[in-house]
């Protein structure tokens, strides 16, 4: 039988624990193998309170590894992808899931200040006839360059497959030629990129965003 993950790391579920006690109308909710996080979730902005969602926040078994789901259950927002709600399953699209793996803080706190806040903010200004206040990526494979990209700090689909090629590598080579498009080879142009980029993100997260990406028509890992 899998030990649930809160079992397995008391510390994990305490520091989640901790994240909700600075808002008083969210409670965790713990089950034999679930635990979600329920209630109202407050939208501060200018320093006053805007809005307030009605949200519930679940969590996979493979947290933190993996970002936890956001749905708002107050049925205010549509299940739309224009209103960046994926309508199968009513889960919110706060970010991709690599912007998760790729950022140096996981922790639950900054999760709820600053993804889902952002999220529910946006909501609330889109509400008041404002546009979003962030800026929207696109839907579809485009958005997922725009979003890669702000990763990479890349904007050229092309070079951005072609550094997720040599960062999807274990052990990239001098020789090859550097994914920037200079013609050069790496060991010549952008091996310093290339290290800084490793630094936080993995072979493992280059290979996700890849079949990711693969998935929505885009990119097909190769060969260097």
């Known amino acids: 039988m899998t030990v649930p993950w809160f079992c397995r790391d008391p510390l994990l579920l305490a520091e989640v624990e901790g994240a909700i006690a600075s808002y008083p109308d969210l409670r965790l909710v713990k089950g034999e193998a679930t635990v979600r996080v329920c209630g109202t979730f407050p939208i501060v902005h200018d320093g006053k309170v805007l809005d307030r969602f009605q949200v519930e926040v679940s969590f996979r078994e493979s947290y933190p590894r993996t970002m936890p789901r956001v749905m708002e259950t107050g049925g205010r927002i549509p299940k739309t992808l224009d209103r960046h709600v994926f309508p199968t399953s009513g889960f919110a699209c706060l970010q991709v899931p690599e912007e998760w793996l790729t950022d140096a803080d996981r922790s639950f706190r900054r999760f709820l200040k600053v993804p889902v806040h952002n999220y529910f903010l946006g909501q609330a200004l889109v509400e008041l006839g404002q546009p979003w206040p962030f800026g929207e990526r696109s839907h579809g494979i485009k958005g997922l360059y725009e979003a890669y990209g702000e990763i990479l700090g890349e904007a050229d689909p092309a070079t951005i497959e072609r550094l997720l090629q040599v960062l999807a590598a274990r ?30 993100i993995s072979p493992e997260v280059a290979r996700s965003i890849l079949v990711r990406l693969n998935a929505a028509g885009g990119a097909l890992p190769g060969d260097n």
Do not use: A, T, V
């Not at 080579?173 to 010549?188: D, I």
């Open 171 to 200: 052990d990239p080579k001098g020789h090859w030629r550097c994914p920037c498009g200079s013609g050069e080879r790496l060991r010549k142009c952008c091996q310093d990129r290339i290290n800084d980029l490793r630094d936080h």
